[in-house]
Structure formats: C-alpha cells, structure tokens
C-alpha cells in the first residue's frame, strides 16, 4: 500500500521531468505531440494529486525513502501530509490550467514545443520540490526549478529586457542557493540527518530540553534568508515586476506556483524554524516590510500586469509576515488563496478594457467632517464586527501578539470596505456595505478554520515566550500598517501637498529598488545589446 | 552576386525638400512654429483600446507620392513599406504573379515613378525581377536622422534610447491613466509638458542610471514646450532647415504616444490647456536627448552624430543599390495588385446569375455593414433563399449618434471617426410604467457602485490582504469555468447588474427628451438620408432588417477592432435599432411620403446584429413586430441560421479546423488569440448595385457598398461614398497592410506580450513606447501571412466623367487615388477603366492568357 501511495505521488512529477527532457527542436517539429502529451501528463498529475490527497485521508502521512544506497546519507524519498498534499494540489491544478491556456495562446509560435517543454520540467521539478522527503532533495529540485523558469523566461531570447530579467533572477536564485547549501550543512552538523522526519523529531526534543539553541537560530535564520530571495521579498523584489517579457502564462506560473517556493519551505521547515527567535523577527520585519511597500507602489502603477506585480509582491510579504507572527496555518491559507487569485488574474488580464466601464457617475463630494465621521463609524463597526468574531471564536488571547496583529489587519480592511460604501450616503448602499463586510469575515473566518485543521499536524502550535525583541517587532509591524491605511485616507484630501507629491515620484518609481539590481546585473554580466527586437515569433 | 552597377547618375527619390520653404521666411519663431506644425500634421492618430478603429498610419503623407512618403519616413524613422524581396519571389515562384502581370506592373511604374523607371528599358526591368541574379543585400545605410540616444547606442552598444523610451512612457502612461493606478499622477491636470516637468525635477532616475544633474537641466527649461524647444535647438545648434526633420525624428522615435496624443488633441473633450500635449512630447523626448548631450557622457560621439549640424548633407542622396532594391520590390507589389486586379474584374464582368429583382417581389430586404465579411453571409443568406435581397451600407446607416448606456455619464461615438456625433441618444427602459423605470435605473446605479466599492476593496493598500483571504479561493470555481470552457454567455455592458426580465426593456427611443433625442423634422431628415443613401425608395419588401454587426470575443484588448469601424468601433446594435424606430414611425412614415417615399403600410423595418465571430444574427426588438409580419421573421431567421451554418464551414479552413462549430467556443475561450480573421484579406471595394455581384464568389475580401448610378442623378451619393466610406475603407486597407509589410513598425507585436496600459493602450513585454496598428496574431497563423498587403482597388460602377467630377471637387479623393494610396478603376458598360493623376482614365487591360484562373 505503501508503494501504491508513493507510485501516485512521485510518478507525475517523474513524467513531468521526463518530458521536459525532450529536445526543444523534436518538440518544435511535433507540437501537436507535445501539446497532447503535457496536457495529458498534468492532467493525470492533477488527478493523481486528488487521490493522494483521499489516501492521505485514510491511511495517515506518508515518510517513504528509498532502502539505498545506504553508504550516503543520501536518498531519494517521499514525504507527504496535508501540507504537502494542499501544496501539490494547488500546483498540480494551476500547471494543468497553464497548460491548457497555452494550448492556444501561443498557437504559431515557432518555439511553442520548446516551450512546452520547459513548463513541462519547471511543473516537474516543484512538484518534486514538494514531495521531497529530504532537504537534500528539496535544494536539488529548487535549483531545477530556477533553471527551468530560466529556460521559461528567456523565451523570447532576442528581446534584451527579457534577457536582463532573467539574468537578475539567475543572479539572486544563486544567492538563495548559497544560503541553502550553508544550511543544509549546519543542519546535518546538528542533526545528523536530512530527513524532515528526522530533523522534526529531533527539534521537538531540543525544544523541550533548552529552548533551541543558538544553533538553531542560526540555521532557522539561513533557511528564512534563502526563502526571502525565491519570495521576492524586499530587497531581492526588483526582478519580478520586469519579468512581463515572457508570455503571460509563465506570469501565472510564477505568481502563482513558483513564487510560492520560499513560503513552502518557511511552512515545510516550520516545526524546526519555530524554535528562532531570529529568524521569526527576520521574517516578520522583511515581511510587513515587503507587504506595505508593494501595495503602496501597487497604487502608483499605471500597466495591468505590473500592478498584479507589485501586488504579488506584497501578498507574499503578507505571507512572510504571517509565518513571522507564528501563524503558519493563516500563511497557507495566503499562497493558496492568492495563487488562485493570482492565475486568474494573470490569465484574465486581457480582459482590463472590458471591465473598465464607460464613465459612470462620480463619487459624491463630501466635506471632510462627513469623510472623518463615515471613517470614524466605519472603523468603530469593524472593531467591534472583529473583536466579536474573536471573542465568539476564542482567538482572543495576549499571548498571540500576531493574532492581534493581523485580526488589526482585518479590522482595517473591513473599515476600508464600509466606508467606501457609506461614502454615497445611501441606505440601499450602506446595508450592502454592510452585507459585505459579515460575507468577507465569514469567509476568512471559514477559510482559516478549514485550513488550520487541513494543516493541525504539519504545522506547530506553539506558544513562544515574548522576548522584549519580539514586542518591538509587533509595534513596529502595527505601526507600519497603520501608517500606510492613513495615507491612503489621506489622499483623498492631500495628494496635491508637496510632501505626499514626492513620495508619489518615488512610489511610482518603486523606490529606485530595480536601478541598483540592474547596474549589479550588467557589471556582473552584461547584456550584449541585439539589434533585432523583432520579437515575433516566425512561422513554422 | 553580379551587381550591376549604375553610374552615378543622380538618382536619388524625390523627396520633400523643405529648405526652400524656410528661406523665405524671417523670424525663428514663426520658423519653429511652421516645423512644428508640418511635425504634428505627420502623425496618424491611434484611438484607445475601447474605441479602436482602424487608422491609416500614412494618413499625414498622403498628399505626397507613395514612394517619396517612404522615402520621406526613412530618413527620420525606420519602418518599411514595402515586404521583403523573398516574400514576392516565392510568390513568383508559386505562379501567383505572371509575366502578363509584371509587364503591365512595369507599365504603371515608370508612369508613376519615371525618374526611378526611366533608368532601365523595361526588358532591362523585367530581368531584374524574374531572376534573382540582381539581388543583392542593401548595405544599411545610416539614417540622415537619428536622436543621439540611437547614435550612442550604435556606436557603445550601449541601451540609452530604450531607455528614454521607457522614460517618457512611464511619464506619459502616468499623465493618461484612466483609472489603473489608485494613487493618480498629481499634475494630471496640467499640460503634458508641465506635468513631466514638475515630475522631472523630483525624479532622480535618469540621474541615477549616469546623467548628472539632469534634474537641474529639467528646472531651468521654460515652461512653456515651444521656448524649450527653441532654448534646447539652440543648445544643440541645429540648423534651420532642419529643425522640422529633425523634430520629426524626435517625435517618430515615440510614435506610439504621439499616435494616442494626436487623438486626445482632436478629440473634442480636450480641455484648452492641453492641445499642445503633442509640443509637449517633442520636447519632453528633446529634452532626455539634450540631458545626454550636456551630461558630458559622449562628447566626442556627438561631433560624429549624423543629426549634427555638420554632418547632415544638403539633399541627401539615397545609395543607387537602395534605390533599385526599393524599385523592384514596389514593381514587385504593383504587380501583385495588378494580378489580384486580373482576377477581380474577370469575376466582376463575369454575367451574373442574379435573376431581375423587378420581376419578383421580394420577401425580405436586408442591409449588411460594406464590412469585408457581409459578403460570405450575403452570398450564402441570397444562397439560401431566393427571396432574400441584400444591401451594401455603411454599419452605422448614416446616423452619426452618441448612443449613452443607461447609468453611464458619456457614450461612444456611433458613426465614422471621420465624423463626430451630431446627436445623443440615450439607452431608456422602454415601459409606461415609471415605476418599473426607475426601479431599473435604480438597481443598474447601485450595481455599478457596487463594483467599484469592491474593486476598491481588493485594490487598495490594506484591505487587498484580507481581500485574497477571504474571497481568493473563489477563483477556483472562475480558473475552472474559463479553462474547461463552462462560461455561458458574458450578459453585454448594458445588461450588467439586471435581471433577466429587465434586460429586453433596454433599449433607445425615439421621444426627445431634455437635452437628448432628436427633434421631429430632423427625424424626417435623418430617415430620408438613410433611404436615399442606400438607394432603397421604392419597391420595398414586407420586411426590411437593418443589420449591423459586432464581435463576440473575451479577455481581448483589440475587441473594438473587430467590431464595427464604421459605428467608431463598437457594435451596430444601437444604429440598427434607433434605425428601425425611425422608420416604423407613424409620423416620419407621413413625413417622407412629403418627400417623395411612400412606406407602404405592410412594411416592417426591424433591427439585427451579424456575430462576426460566430456568424449567428440575432434579432432585436421582436416583440414590437406586428403579428402579420411573424411569418415572414419566422422564414428569415431560419434562413439566417442556415446562412450562418455556411458561412462557418467557408471560415472554418482559414481558422485552422475542420469543425465549423469550433467558432462558438473560440468566441469564448480566453487563451483565444485568433478569434477571427477580422478583415484580414481586404483588397477591394466596390459600389455597384447587387445584381453586379450576386452569386459570384469573393472571399469575404471586398469591402461592398449598394450603389445605382441611374438613382443618383445629381452624384450626391456617388460624392458621400467617395469621401466618406472610401477613406473609411482604405484606412483600414492601409492599417492591415502596414501592420503586415513591418509589424515591428506599423503593428503592435506579439499579442501574448500584450500589457493593457492605462486602461487605453497596449505595451508590450516590460515597458517601451505604446503600440499602434494590429497585433501580428491577427495577420499570420504562424505558417503563413492571413493578410495579403495589397493597396485598395476601388471598382465603382459609374461613368468616368461622374467619378471624375468628384475627383476634381475633393482634395482627399484626388490625393488617394493620385498618389497611390488607392487605385480607382470605373465600371462603364462592360469595360472597367483605370485611373490615374499621370494621363487620366485608360481601359483596363488584363492579360488574357491567364485569365482563366
């Protein structure tokens, strides 16, 4: 049973790679094979990720390696609970979606077999990237991942944007590996194994004994640091919004599958990186770092797919922050949710002159006093909406600063909702706002609910001491988010004032982040300038 | 390669040669002012993606020959017009073009061209362009004009001109959004160059990427475009007589936004302070050029920068090889024009199996859009049923209209966009009872504002975290609907937040009302245009269907480009239906019997939409039929349906498939790049009556308007179609054969690198300058081109001296057909006749031994 189990979870990643093996000339002289194939195998993955999921249901977690070779301590095996089994769900179904919208969408591009191809082995390799039972395995097919996004991202490899772009992901993809080797080191030093199971075990243990170790913060520091450049967190961001060079739906692929990699393996590494104080407050910072600055230059963005750019960006600061604040279930429920709104969005994202409407009547013009009153009551209904859910539901507890944090967060967003509906003074639209705002809190809270008892047993629940560090982190965090809901009430009165003037330039700029990255890329390696830009696909 | 060699005769093309107007002229100002104007004056206009229509990218050139346009556009931006040598030599190779072909290519083209053509005798001629012995590879010659962003660029390698382009796009993207961005750019409301000053003093990035204190350069520019492009030509030293050149080369370098610009400019909700947005752009582009200058970056480049004063030669003198590559490939597209000619007029003159539309009384009447593809439903709708008789008219049948969706603030422009509005219709809800109205436009209000409270909601800087936590995973049901193709019908703009039973009551009306409508008399007007236009006076039929057309296609910018041009790029369905209310009207009935047409009382107008997409008509406003008239609209929709079901199977081989029932779910699918072919394929017009055309096959590739000469005594509607629907026809001839001859110049690039921005335009890939003309999708499959570039042949039949009257009295008409922007043949009692500006009208000959195929 055992080995029917694993056959379901590791074959499809193994027919994934294996036809992406294929040479890109054979696949450019056979589409119509290629597109047959790659759209069977992600469906049979898709399928066979269902069925994994029901044996995980009935038959418990899976931890199944290979008997050899036992001289290494290296081996090749499968690791799969509920967090693995969301995961490769997510990505089993996004990968088939993209694989069926290229089917036409890049119907007559000469290298659509080439293509094809590449997705082919990048779906293969983060599925392998999910099942590993080990981190040796993880690293390996993290590394294979990066390369066939590579492959992916230079599809169009006489556009020189889009050669750059690719170049600066290479470079920081290098970076997150260097930091992954030099943990995987420190964690075999420390543990003896590479097994998650193993490593899990053992952290339990140490726990209890003394509280973790120095060690192990260290190491719980790296694994986040090497998360922290596949996430595109602040400041390893900047290759992200210039990846639009490539078809739109490697856009859907990254945004919403390989993007996730990092915050996997925050979740995946979870039981272990708990235990760092450090690298909980690394996360947190980088991650409300990343949240606030990507929805504020979100606002500024005047392009569709750079929007959903910088907004995925900040989603995934989101996500690290919540992983920060000790809330790995609620960080789940962020890359599930987000990829598949992300791919949507990504996929649709021709659709941005159809669902812009004609001129419609204009916001009524309110005097600030009625703006600050229908702010103030607003604000006032989703605290108490909050603090009512909270306290129904028992979240209500001062030893989680990070529930705080973010049921803050909520209470923001549902002040923001109501408000904009009160602004039209109309009781049909208040009571929509209203109606709104109970199904938005019915639905994150279900979602959560759902999510946090899918992931009971991958993910821990413990309650960490606060150190003094730690309440600073929180106040800074809260601080930050509280500044950035003010100034977007503010522009609405003050966006002509010189200060908030300014910090539009550099918003709209994304703060400069990308002319740092790009003069580092081309001293490093630099892009030979081609003079064909005429990237259109020729025919067969 | 043998390449024979020229002397040195001076053989340059003829070009405009603008130092003569300049030296008789006195002060700088009124100097830069005449440059400025012939710049602005070059640039075609681009509609945003909501209204796109079809543009003649050439339209500032036409009063200039076809190939001194090209000329004249090389020297300041780089583009073809004409294909490449290989593309006609495999189709000479595949037989398409014959000698008989060439030869009177040949012909036409010393007539046109005898300073290039006289150089060679034809024999010489004909050599050069059946063998490829005399191919050779052109040397690329350096353009006179260049900014000095390209120049450093070709001489470090280094990427300065994508990155103004970048630059002034973000500047301008920002300046323009329409409502992408939530935090709006604050100088939105000043003048374009205002605005980016005003940004340009804060914005260190150009600063940053190596230009030193271009931020204090931007802070001592006059305020005002014009003193600054004066202040920055001096700076440069530019010459006099180049200014204009030169400026136009600064311009055409962001042709894109210079495009979308010269639109906003003309069009009429242009606030005061912004029609010099285009000065605007020129200097703003002017300005990074001169930032790079006075940056000390290349100081030594510039003394060898081509657009240096010192270094641009008086008349420029194109290579003599440029010159004879150039002339064989314009003999080259002559010639295939020529044989597309040979084909068309043997099927033209070709005795109609059209039976006298006099001797049986038709059933039904129905007017098609002249759109390239009512002619396979026409043919196949006449194919049908014997009692069908069609027409030909422009698709917004002469009602220049603002139509306003109910809730909206301001509607699209339904007419021509050589035409604007002269009236506003708004969409009603079409009952007695003011309740049921109100509630209507009540429920339609709140469900707008309930949208953009949403869309607020997911967007904004706080609330899109809880946004994806709460309603993220229901993207599952939207991911799974989209790819498996379950998504039913999208409910149209109007339709939107209604239920059901509400929908059908949308719709316009006739009554005036407030500062809407359309007064009486001019109702009667309006009526009587439409039937004296379309040549339908008497012997109307019981059912007559005024039938516009629209695409059905998801999650695509370029939709409105395959709507209906002649609606301003929207469907026809409001023009077709405020068509059929006029002419059911009691009172305009009463009113045009005044005027000479008697409605009989059994005649029923009623209004339809043809899917472009799907080849379905659907028919509107049913319910008002009169049930004597039911059996008739029963027969007709039948018929329809059977029409479309033909039409189909024809389109189904040039989409690539076998299932004729593929159309439906391309209409739907959103990874659909080609969801049709549009009017891919366009090479003809022709005004002539029905019976000229029916039954004869065509290719869905001629544009075609109902005309009868005999009923147009006073050649007033011989002078609307020429002026009017013409250069509406030949906008969109010239918009596919530009965007097919050099994509990368005249087109917008590959569709899946296509970014939507500002809500308006289209970039591609990261950034760049916006898009203009069609995406490559929509004129190649990837195996081959879809669209064949030939210049429009207009075939009217009418006597010479008619055509020739109208020709005489527009400038517009003699520029086109003068100038090789169209060819005008005339169709004369069984004998087509070409004209041309050399020696008038002369018969068309076709060449006979291949005249069968």
């Known amino acids: ?540 | 390669m043998p390449v024979n060699v020229l002397e040195e005769s001076p053989m340059s093309l003829p070009h405009f040669d603008i130092s003569s107007d300049f030296s008789t002229s006195t002060s700088d100002g009124a100097l830069l002012e005449a440059a400025l104007f012939t710049v602005q004056s070059h640039v075609a206009p681009m509609w945003p993606l909501k209204d796109f229509v079809a543009v003649n990218p050439f339209v500032g050139f036409t009063e200039i020959k076809f190939l001194e346009a090209m000329h004249r556009l090389q020297r300041v931006r780089d583009g073809e017009m004409l294909m490449p040598i290989s593309y006609y030599r495999r189709r000479l190779a595949a037989g398409e073009l014959s000698d008989g072909d060439i030869m009177l290519a040949l012909e036409q083209c010393s007539k046109e061209y005898p300073e290039i053509f006289s150089h060679y005798s034809s024999d010489e001629w004909q050599k050069r362009l059946v063998s490829n012995h005399y191919d050779f590879d052109v040397e690329s010659s350096e353009r006179p004009f260049q900014t000095l962003a390209e120049w450093i660029d070709r001489k470090r390698g280094s990427t300065w001109a994508s990155i103004i382009t970048n630059e002034v796009s973000r500047h301008c993207a920002a300046h323009y959004d329409e409502g992408q961005a939530i935090w709006q750019n604050p100088w939105q409301q000043l003048p374009l160059f205002s605005a980016w000053r005003e940004t340009a003093m804060i914005d260190r990035r150009f600063e940053k990427l190596g230009v030193s204190s271009f931020r204090e350069f931007v802070s001592a520019l006059p305020d005002n475009p014009r003193e600054a492009i004066a202040a920055m030509l001096t700076k440069l030293s530019v010459q006099q007589v180049h200014w204009q050149d030169f400026l136009e080369c600064q311009l055409f370098s962001m042709n894109g936004w210079a495009s979308y610009i010269k639109y906003r400019v003309k069009s009429a909700e242009m606030t005061e302070s912004s029609a010099d947005d285009l000065i605007g752009l020129i200097a703003i582009r002017l300005a990074y050029d001169v930032g790079l200058h006075s940056s000390g970056l290349s100081r030594d480049l510039v003394i060898q920068w081509p657009s240096n004063p010192q270094n641009i030669k008086a008349g420029s003198r194109v290579g003599v090889s440029k010159v004879q590559s150039v002339a064989v490939r314009y003999a080259f597209q002559v010639a295939a024009e020529v044989a597309y000619r040979r084909r068309l007029s043997c099927n033209l003159l070709a005795p109609s199996i059209a039976t006298s539309s006099l001797t049986v009384q038709n059933k039904v009447q129905m007017v098609f859009c002249i759109d390239v593809r009512s002619e396979l439903i026409r043919r196949h709708l006449e194919a049908v049923s014997g009692s069908v008789e069609t027409f030909g008219f422009a698709g917004f049948f002469g009602l220049p209209m603002e139509y306003v969706p109910l809730g909206a603030l301001e509607g699209s422009a339904q007419c021509p966009v050589l035409l604007s509005p002269s009236f506003c219709v708004h969409e009603s809800v079409r009952t007695n009872d003011p309740k049921l109205s109100s509630e209507v436009a009540a429920s339609k209000r709140t469900g707008q504002i309930r949208e953009s409270v949403w869309k607020l909601f997911q967007s904004s800087a706080i609330s899109c975290f809880s946004f994806v936590e709460s309603t993220g995973v229901l993207y599952l049901a939207d991911l799974i609907k989209n790819a498996w193709g379950l998504r039913g019908k999208s409910p149209s703009e109007s339709a939107k937040y209604l239920p059901m039973e509400h929908r059908s009551l949308l719709g316009p009306v006739l009554q005036a009302s407030g500062d809407h409508g359309v007064a009486p008399s001019r109702q009667i007007e309006l009526a009587e245009g439409i039937l004296r236009n379309l040549g339908l006076t008497d012997n109307f039929a019981r059912l007559v269907a005024f039938c516009g057309h629209g695409s059905e296609t998801v999650n695509n910018p370029y939709r409105a480009g395959l709507d209906c041009g002649a609606c301003g790029g929207h469907s026809g369905e409001s023009n077709a239906r405020y068509a059929a209310l006029l002419l059911n009207d009691g009172a305009v009935r009463s009113g045009l019997r005044g005027r000479g047409i008697h409605i009989p009382e059994s005649t029923w107008f009623i209004p339809a939409v043809h899917n472009t997409t799907t080849d379905e008509i659907e028919f509107f406003d049913i319910h008002s039929v009169p049930s004597s008239h039911h059996e008739e609209l029963k027969d007709l929709k039948e018929w329809v349906a059977m029409a479309g079901q033909l039409t189909r199977s024809e389109r189904a081989s040039r989409l690539g498939t076998q299932v004729s029932d593929d159309t439906f779910s391309r209409s739907r699918d959103w990874s659909e790049v080609r969801p049709e072919w549009g009017l891919a394929g366009n090479a003809a017009f022709l005004v002539a009556p029905r019976s000229r055309t029916k039954g004869k096959q065509l290719d869905g590739r001629t544009f075609m308007h109902s005309y009868d000469f005999k009923r147009d005594s006073d050649l007033k509607v011989l002078e609307l179609i020429m002026t009017a629907p013409m250069v509406v026809a030949n906008w969109i001839n010239l918009q596919y054969y530009a965007s097919t001859v050099d994509n990368h110049a005249y087109g917008s690039g590959n569709k899946v690198l296509h970014n939507v921005v500002g809500l308006f335009g289209i970039q591609q890939g990261n950034g760049g300058d916006l898009m203009t003309g069609l995406p490559w999708q929509s004129v190649h499959d990837g195996h081959k081109f879809q669209h064949e570039p030939l210049r429009l042949s207009v075939v009217i039949e009418a006597p010479r001296f008619a055509i020739q009257q109208i020709i005489d009295k527009h400038q517009i008409v003699q520029e086109l057909a003068g100038n090789g922007w169209l060819t005008l043949l005339a169709l004369e009692e069984e004998q087509l006749y070409v004209f041309s500006s050399v020696d008038g009208w002369s018969t068309f000959q076709s060449t006979n031994h291949q005249s069968n195929n």
């Not at chain 1, 009524?364 to 006032?380: E, F, Y």
């Open chain 1, 1 to 540: 049973m055992e080995w029917f189990f694993g056959g379901v979870i590791a074959l499809p990643a193994m027919a994934l790679l294996g036809s992406g093996l294929i040479s890109s000339n054979w696949a450019n002289r056979h589409v119509r094979i290629l597109n047959a194939l790659v759209t069977h195998i992600t469906l049979w993955a898709l399928l066979a990720a269902v069925i994994a999921a029901i044996l995980l249901s009935t038959t418990g977690p899976l931890d199944l390696s290979l008997p050899y070779p036992t001289f290494l301590p290296l081996t090749v095996g499968i690791y799969f609970d509920s967090l693995t089994a969301v995961m490769l769900l997510l990505v089993s179904f996004i990968g088939h979606i993209i694989v069926r919208y290229s089917r036409r969408y890049l119907d007559g591009d000469s290298t659509q077999g080439r293509f094809l191809r590449w997705v082919s082995f990048t779906l293969g390799s983060v599925s392998m990237l999910i099942i590993s039972a080990n981190l040796v395995m993880f690293t390996a097919a993290w590394m294979m991942t990066s390369y066939g996004l590579h492959q992916l991202l230079t599809h169009y490899p006489d556009r020189p944007e889009a050669v750059l772009a690719a170049r600066k992901k290479f470079l920081i993809s290098r970076l997150g590996d260097a930091l992954l080797v030099i943990a995987l080191v420190f964690t075999y030093n420390k543990f003896g194994s590479f097994n998650y199971g193993e490593i899990f075990a053992e952290a339990q243990g140490m726990q209890l004994e003394s509280g973790g170790g120095w060690m192990l913060s260290v190491i719980g520091a790296l694994y986040v640091l090497g998360a922290i450049t596949k996430s595109a967190q602040v400041p390893f961001h900047s290759w992200l919004p210039d990846t639009m060079e490539t078809p739109t739906p490697v856009s859907a692929l990254m945004h919403a599958g390989i993007i996730n990699a990092g915050g996997f393996l925050v979740i995946r590494l979870s039981p272990l990186i708990a235990h760092s104080h450090l690298a909980l407050d690394v996360l947190a910072i980088v991650g409300a770092l990343t949240a606030l600055f990507g929805s504020v230059v979100m606002l500024t963005q005047t392009s569709i797919k750079r929007s959903l750019a910088y907004s995925t960006i900040a989603q995934m600061g989101m996500m690290m922050l919540q992983c920060g604040l000790g809330a790995f279930s609620a960080a789940m429920l962020h890359i599930v949710a987000h990829s598949l709104y992300k791919a949507h969005a990504f996929l649709s994202s021709g659709s941005a002159v159809e669902a812009s409407s004609r001129k419609q009547s204009q916001t009524p013009q309110q005097s600030t006093g009625r703006l600050v009153l229908g702010l103030l009551s607003a604000l006032a209904i989703a605290g108490v909406v909050v603090s009512c859910l909270m306290f129904v539901l028992g979240l209500l507890s001062d030893h989680e600063p990070g529930g705080m944090i973010l049921s803050m967060i909520f209470t923001l967003s549902l002040a923001q909702l109501l408000w904009n509906s009160f602004l039209f003074a109309q009781p049909r639209l208040v009571i929509i706002g209203l109606a709104n705002a109970t199904l938005v809190s019915v639905g994150y809270i279900v979602a959560w609910f759902a999510m946090d008892s899918v992931l009971s047993h991958s993910v821990p629940h413990i309650v960490i001491p606060l150190s003094w560090m730690d309440q600073v982190v929180v106040l800074l965090v809260a601080g930050g988010f509280l500044a950035v809901f003010s100034l977007q009430i503010a522009l609405i009165r003050f966006h002509d004032r010189p200060m908030i003037r300014a910090l539009y330039v550099k918003a709209a700029n994304g703060f400069y982040f990308d002319i740092a990255a790009h003069k580092l890329v081309s001293r490093v390696w630099s892009v030979a300038p081609i003079a064909n830009k005429n990237a259109l696909p020729q025919g067969r």
